[in-house]
T-cell receptor, first 113, second 118 residues
Framework: DQQVKQNSPSLSVQEGRISILNCDYTNSMFDYFLWYKKYPAEGPTFLIS?????DKNEDGRFTVFLNKSAKHLSLHIVPSQPGDSAVYFC????????????FGQGTTLQVKP | DAGVIQSPRHEVTEMGQEVTLRCKPI?????LFWYRQTMMRGLELLIY????????DSGMPEDRFSAKMPNASFSTLKIQPSEPRDSAVYFCASSFGQGVMVAKNIQYFGAGTRLSVL
């Protein structure tokens, strides 16, 4: 039972354009969400996060939006750069079991020069 | 700091053999996590420790899997006997914090161990 779903396995965008990565969740007890980025042969690294009390968090070219009613969050990258090409994982924290994160399957982003 | 260190980076073994994966967390971190990455399920949490104590092992697939953390600087994940379906990339991560603060304190991942069971 996937509580965090990234339904698009892959996404390809042109350099300079916007990349939008989506994530859906089912558990209303999730209160904190994170995005991680992973390059080949490396471990995931933290990118950006958002608390459930907010609907937007911005950090440079990266913005995460949270729509609690739809149980949906998205990561926007503007402008996209070839170095952004990686696998992006969405993760969520369960407020009733705060020690763990639930990760999605990941979306592979390719930014073409 | 050197970050989270995992060994070996690659492991190829035959079905039925015992496999031991090792992890050295970042010094000063008090939470340690073992994950498995597969194409179908993404990153699955297998088990996590807080202050060397296993807190949640609900993700451990079956009794063939076991994990230990004898001290704050070392953890092992053991599979005995190994099966082809165990083939995956196994990640270790560490963070600092406790309870509600653990997840807000970012998890730092090692480079992973790619396990192939033939």
């Amino acid at each position: 039972d996937q509580q965090v779903k990234q339904n698009s396995p892959s996404l390809s965008v042109q350099e300079g354009r916007i990349s939008i990565l989506n994530c859906d969740y089912t558990n209303s007890m999730f209160d904190y969400f994170l995005w991680y980025k992973k390059y080949p042969a490396e471990g995931p690294t933290f990118l950006i996060s958002i608390s459930s009390i907010k609907d937007k968090n911005e950090d440079g070219r990266f913005t995460v939006f949270l729509n609690k009613s739809a149980k949906h969050l998205s990561l926007h990258i503007v402008p996209s750069q070839p170095g952004d090409s990686a696998v992006y994982f969405c993760a969520a924290r369960d407020s009733s079991n705060t020690g763990k994160l639930i990760f999605g399957q990941g979306t592979t982003l390719q930014v073409k020069p | 700091d050197a970050g989270v260190i995992q060994s070996p980076r690659h492991e190829v073994t035959e079905m039925g053999q015992e496999v031991t994966l090792r992890c050295k967390p970042i010094s000063g971190h008090n939470s340690l996590f073992w994950y498995r990455q597969t194409m179908m399920r993404g990153l699955e949490l297998l088990i996590y420790f807080n202050n060397n104590v296993p807190i949640d092992d609900s993700g451990m697939p079956e009794d063939r899997f076991s994990a230990k953390m004898p001290n704050a600087s070392f953890s092992t994940l053991k599979i005995q006997p190994s099966e082809p379906r165990d083939s995956a990339v196994y990640f270790c991560a560490s963070s600092f914090g406790q309870g509600v603060m653990v997840a807000k304190n970012i998890q730092y991942f090692g480079a992973g161990t790619r396990l192939s069971v033939l």
